[in-house]
DNA sequence: TAGGCCATGTAACCGGTTACATGATTAG
DNA sequence: CTAATCATGTAACCGGTTACATGGCCTA
């Protein structure tokens, strides 16, 4: 998935500019599965205006700087729409928090505690997004994905508070066992 | 975390060579929540032995090409240590899959449908493959871990299969308001 | 008056992927 | 006989980020 394919999903459920496109996509409901940054967005929209996917129009504000306001062509919509009829690409997930985990026996206690402490507060932070983010929106599936990222995370945040435990019971428990391994 | 760290953590747990730690990376149970190509992984080897984060030493093979044991140094252990000591990047997630079920009023019924049953078909893969791939590795922290993501993927595959019916229904409403939208 | 928000845009940089080169062995 | 696995490595390329330039208005 790329910007511009991002930024016609966006421009699909109504007009927008690019300021408010990376909001959404970077620190609104969409941050929760996909980024993109202006450095990008700004030059996709350019792109895609070349080639007759977008248009825009430049609208002035009082008291604001202009603003240049994207909309969608039918060609757009059809381009977004072939997109999308491809299969997904696979989900991606990055978390250098189960990569500590893993590692967990060659970390101390307190480093791994430290860390699960971080997890949770993140979690709660990202679902407490979730909930005041959805409103913001106005798409009908905005609802179902954001049921499905509180199921997730929760599930994830409730794992990790009752089996904390287990995970800072083994930590550290490696690292007495260092020197063998390295001597080998 | 780049793919220097990522090498360091994969040879603090055992000596490794590149191939393998690509393996365990982007096809074994690490690959689920990490991800690095050969591309990345060999001059990350290179550079890290520069260091003097790793060593390495050239096995001999009957019938198989020569490969380059890499072990972790003291070093290396300190770096990687550090590492993980300052806070952990949030995690990082990307879906196609719900980007699409957030456009789902957009979008014809029948495509809908076949994207969910293509995303079920994946979250059971994935949780296949986690409980295959769990014995290959020998840390502790192993199987906190792939608790934890047969937990999350669980939940999210049960909320799709008992919700579909929902995504299904919304599908391709907005079809047809389309029109207004764009003349707005 | 300092910092944050609105708002657009560019250029340098960089981490990483893709594709290629090489080549023996083994399984189907 | 073909394809896959083992195994290492390089070079071109690319998508995207970071940082910068610009500047008015509003809030603390």
């Not at 480093?111 to 997890?119: P, S």
């Amino acid at each position: 998935m790329n910007v511009k394919t991002l930024c016609l999903a966006v421009l699909n459920s109504g007009n927008s500019t690019g300021y408010e496109i990376r909001k959404l996509v970077s620190e609104g409901h969409f941050s929760h599965f996909v980024d993109a940054s202006f450095g990008s967005i700004y030059p996709a929209l350019k792109s895609l205006g070349d080639d007759g996917l977008v248009t825009s129009r430049e609208e002035q504000q009082i008291g604001k700087p202009n603003r240049k306001v994207y909309s969608i062509t039918e060609l757009g919509q059809r381009e977004f729409l072939d997109a999308l009829t491809k299969p997904a690409q696979k989900d991606n997930f990055k978390s250098e928090f189960l990569l500590l985990a893993m590692c967990a026996e060659l970390i101390e206690r307190d480093l791994v505690a430290q860390a699960i402490d971080r997890q949770i507060e993140y979690l709660e932070d990202e679902i407490a997004s979730i909930d005041a983010e959805v409103r913001e929106v106005n798409m009908v599936g905005a609802d179902w994905v954001a049921d499905y990222g509180r199921t997730c995370l929760g599930s994830g945040l409730k794992y990790i508070k009752e089996n904390r435990g287990d995970l800072e019971k083994i930590a550290g428990t490696g690292l007495a066992g260092r020197q063998v391994l390295a001597a080998e």
